[in-house]
Nanobody
Framework: QVQLVESGGGLVQPGSSLRLSCEAS????GLWTMHWYRQVPGKERE????????????TYADSVRGRFTISRDNAKDSLYLQMNSLKSAATAVYYC???????????WGKGTLVAVAS
């Protein structure tokens, strides 16, 4: 089954760290650039970070650069997002994303909730 499954979210205090994971299955993970997005209820989903197939090229939203780190382990078909110095503005559902394939279909996980509150 082709799917992405996120995990690692939770309720944390400001200044804390969390590591999100995304496990891929049903496709050749190592052939794809991968992304993290996040969405606050009532707002549009926004880009957080991306990583190239080999992990050499990393891209971040300005709002998270310097505090979040995207990484991957192609041997484990897994994508990660290390989030440090969390702020309340980081509260959102975080989604793992694979871009569109030749059939025009992209792939989203169901998301994992990150809540930052004191």
């Amino acid at each position: 089954q082709v799917q992405l499954v996120e995990s690692g979210g939770g309720l944390v205090q400001p200044g804390s760290s969390l590591r999100l994971s995304c496990e891929a299955s049903g496709f050749v993970f190592g052939l794809w650039t991968m992304h993290w997005y996040r969405q606050v209820p009532g707002k549009e989903r926004e880009f957080v970070a991306s990583i190239s197939r080999t992990g050499e090229t990393l891209t971040y939203a300005d709002s998270v650069r310097g505090r979040f780190t995207i990484s991957r382990d192609n041997a484990k078909d897994s994508l990660y997002l290390q989030m440090n110095s969390l702020k309340s503005a980081a509260t959102a559902v975080y989604y793992c994303h694979r871009p569109k394939d030749t059939y025009g279909s992209d792939l989203w996980g169901k998301g994992t909730l990150v809540a930052v509150a004191s």
